[in-house]
């Protein structure tokens, strides 16, 4: 790249394998790039193909997460870090046609990220516990906030009156007209204050999040196919500070979203061809050991195997 000066100067446009661009009162030369990004390589559309469903979570989720990442960079966004953070993990692929139509997949994605330690979740299927002790009381329909928020702050030292603990919840629905498969988002929370001694708090939050499982807060309860979370918060020093979670995906739906089968129908699905399972990579160097239609040896005239 060079900066021209006099008449030369002026130019603007391309010749040959040059490219003049006029930036102020400076004329910028450069040479065209050899060599053009395929845009529709296979690791461009393994990008491409499992960005719908990360975008379409953000989507239904994004308002329940502000200040769900902590220490993000400030020339980042919520959104950014969403996208960022979930990128790595298993992917799930959409086809163009379901992208366009709303399709979503309640998935195993990272939700938050903070300094608070996390909350460590444990079992399977719908019967999920968490590491957050309650003692030796259970919870019921009388229980009251001031009697929960006692339970946990005085079984779980890293819990303070004053913090809040979140339950997410994303349930898998399919559309019975197109069938195409989205979700629904819900959020419930609760403020650990031991002076409300008169709400209720299974009238403030999700029952079936706000269970008692051998002594430990968790999830009962059929909420179908889904994917759920808890998130603690806490306010310090006008700052929000939250643990890292992942969402615990019990979904059946999720199985037909990934994996090679459904990245190929995703790709496929963008005008990319798809590349057949059975034709190697590179050629044969050597000879297959028989002869194509010759004579084998064998006697048998014309023979040779069949072959696919």
């Known amino acids: ?5 006099g008449i030369i100067s002026k130019l603007t446009g391309s010749t040959g394998n040059l490219v003049f661009k006029r930036i102020g009162d ?24 499992k960005w719908g469903n990360i975008i379409a979570m953000y989507r239904g989720i994004r308002p329940l997460l502000n200040y769900g990442f902590e220490n993000k960079p400030r020339n980042l966004s919520d959104y950014n ?30 939700i938050t990220q903070g300094s608070l330690p996390s909350i460590v979740t444990s079992g399977s299927g719908q019967n999920i516990t968490t590491d957050i002790s309650l003692g030796s009381d259970g919870i019921s329909a009388s229980t009251t906030v001031a009697q929960f928020a006692r339970m946990v702050v005085t079984n ?12 997410f919840l994303i349930k898998q ?84 979203y990934k994996g090679d089968l459904a990245y190929n129908l995703a790709k496929s699905s963008f005008g990319v061809s798809v590349e057949s399972f059975l034709v190697p990579n590179g050629e044969s160097t050597g000879s297959t050991g028989g002869n194509a239609g010759g004579d084998n040896g064998g006697g048998n005239s014309g023979g040779g195997n069949d072959s696919l």
């Open 26 to 49: 400076r004329t910028i030369v450069s040479e065209k790039p050899h060599t053009v990004t395929n845009p529709r390589t296979d690791a461009q559309m393994r990008q491409r193909t």
């Open 1 to 5: 790249m060079a900066i021209l000066n």
């Open 156 to 167: 779980n030292e890293q819990y303070q009156y004053g913090d809040q603990i979140s339950f």
């Open 81 to 110: 870090m969403f996208v960022k953070v979930n990128m790595q993990r298993t992917p799930i692929y959409l086809t163009k046609q379901s992208i366009a139509g709303g399709a979503c997949i309640a998935t195993a994605y990272q």
């Open 173 to 256: 629905k399919v559309n019975a007209e197109t069938e195409i498969p989205y979700c629904t988002f819900s959020a419930s929370k609760v403020v650990l204050d031991s002076a409300d001694t008169e709400t209720k708090l299974w009238d403030i939050v999700n029952k079936n999040g706000f269970s008692a499982q051998d002594g430990c807060l968790g999830h009962s309860g059929n909420d179908g196919d889904c994917a759920f979370a808890w998130v603690h918060s806490r306010k310090m020093d006008g700052k929000t500070l939250v643990s890292t979670q992942s969402l615990v995906a019990n979904n059946s739906k999720e199985a037909e």
